[in-house]
């Protein structure tokens, strides 16, 4: 293999654009960075990810599924560990 080899085993990654409003993705920048991702594109890539895997589950549902475990970190007398909470 050569100095200039850049293969990796990593799949090809392909660039996509999207146009948001500015109020929105003011938004999504908050919530990337809350949430603990490394970038916009991270966070972008998992929710993209969960809708892909996840079709059926709808927008109520994704709600229901964010409050319950915000009431989970908010509530001192119980702790959940994320894989926990993804088991469930």
Known sequence: ???TDTSTDEPEKANINIRLIESFLEDVDATWQEE???S???FVRNA??????????TRESWKEI???EYARRTDDS???SRDEI???
């Open 1 to 3: 293999m050569s100095s």
């Open 36 to 38: 603990g991702y490394n």
């Open 40 to 42: 916009r594109s991270e």
């Open 48 to 57: 993209l990810r969960d809708a892909v895997k996840h079709p059926g589950l």
């Open 66 to 68: 964010a409050a319950v």
């Open 78 to 80: 119980e702790v959940f």
């Open 86 to 88: 993804r088991n469930e």
